[in-house]
């Protein structure tokens, strides 16, 4: 019984943490009268008329749409090419240090160069999405692939399976969990860049519509951005979360089983 | 090595033959000389001195904030249930939705800089200090408990110790975003720096010397995991005991 309730307290104490400090921020920007830091309620009202629904379709959905076709197409190159490096040692040592060098700049100052070559439309922002996140989801596949259960591959061997039934079969699912890390990583990274890159040059997206509000000093449209993306961010990766559990399902059963 | 020549010279040959327009694309040959160049001229080492500052200034507030923090929340049940919803729900916030509200409060100087590093650094250092506190052998803490170790004993004897190989991964991801952050700053606030210099070459069609930057930012953030990396491994040399029990877990 006092196990019980101690763990109904717990959960108690998660959620009211969260409360208080929202409350705090009511109470406190109530009546800091701070140009800044609008009230929390002012803020609320401007998030409900700009984002319900009336910016949907000109800010919301163009960000979207480039965040998704970066992130599609930064899969979409990475596992292939990444599933070729981890299973050819020689390929892997002749681009190890390209990969080694490009991974390491830091992903804004790629941005220049797109805008350079691509201009400053959606092909320069889907293009900067994928090429920064491709990384991750690369370097996870590849090390994922290399670290395929020896056993599992001379066992596929002795039973004949090859080619394409092989990885399909042995090594994708094997390296499936390292190669969803890299997509969790590689998804919050193209967040950040559907955001610079709409900040650096955009005439729409959410992140040109919160640079856009600063500069105007429309302080309240301007926090509503920042909520919008707060909770944009959260829905996210929650969602992939959920997609992740699903999809490595028998992962996280075989993985369970194992340890008792 | 091989990989690389074939790859610059492949660039080279495209770039000469037009096959990329050698507007955008400038042969290797010139971007290494304005490189050359651009080494021995103080403007460029002021660019990277300034972005290393802001880094610098961010990872040591981000780490200054979250490993006091992190041992806080990650010794206490009570105390990690009360914070665990409420990191969760800041962690995943793009630090670069700050950018105009750090303009507004900060102005576009080093203090914006510094503060968007900071806090984009703090949530993976945090939660890895949390982990690492929560990630302590039993055996080693009953031990110490039967050797009549106190409280106080037990954190700085055993609960640390075994949390530090956590830390340095931390701070070598946080490391990596403090110094994006600070690129990003430079480009969209325009505080000086390596970002302010790529986007003014690009903007005033020096391609070469843009691309040149581009390879220093690169080396910069290369060089700085390089060290990090180096760091970790001599910190998981000092703690033979952690690499075993890891090994053992597997």
Known sequence: ?260 | MAGIAVALLLAEAASRAEVLPSTYFPPVSRTVVTLAGELGQGALWAAVGHTLQGWALGLGLAAALAIPAGVAIGTSAVRYRACRMLIEFLRPIPSVALIPLAILVYGIGLESKVFLAAFAALWPLLIQTVYGMQDVDPVALDTARVFGLRRSERLTRVVLPSAVPYVATGLRISSTVALILAVTAELVIGSAGLGREINAARAGGATDLMYALIIVTGLVGWGLNGIFSRVERRVLRWHPAHRTVEGSAA
Do not use: C
């Open chain 1, 1 to 260: 019984m006092t196990a019980m309730w101690r763990r109904v307290r717990l959960i108690l104490l998660e959620l009211a943490v969260p409360a208080a400090v929202v409350v705090a921020w009511w109470v406190w920007s109530a009546n800091a009268d701070n140009f800044y830091f609008p009230p929390l309620a002012e803020i609320l009202r401007t998030f409900a008329d700009t984002w319900v629904f009336e910016r949907v379709g000109t800010d919301v959905v163009p960000s979207l749409a480039r965040l998704g076709a970066g992130f599609a197409i930064a899969v979409a190159v990475s596992i292939p090419l990444g599933t070729a490096l981890g299973l050819s040692t020689g390929a892997r040592r002749v681009t190890e240090p390209i990969v080694e060098f490009v991974r390491a700049i830091p992903p804004p100052a790629l941005l220049p160069f797109a805008i350079l070559v691509l201009g400053v439309g959606d092909a320069m922002k889907v293009f900067v999405i994928a090429l920064v996140g491709l990384w991750p989801i690369l370097l996870n596949t590849i090390d994922g692939v290399r670290g395929v259960d020896h056993t599992m591959l001379e066992t596929a061997r002795v039973y004949g399976v090859r080619g394409p039934e092989r990885l399909r079969r042995v090594i994708w699912p094997a390296a499936l969990p390292q190669i969803f890390a890299g997509m969790r990583t590689s998804l919050s990274l193209a967040l950040i860049l559907m955001v610079i890159s709409e900040m650096v040059a955009s005439t729409s997206g959410i992140g040109y519509f919160i640079l856009q509000s600063e500069r105007s000093f429309d302080i309240p449209e301007m926090w509503s951005g920042i909520v919008l993306l707060g909770l944009l961010g959260y829905l996210l990766n929650a969602a992939f979360a959920l997609v992740e559990r699903r999809v490595l399902r028998w992962h996280r059963g075989a993985r369970a089983s194992a340890l008792q």
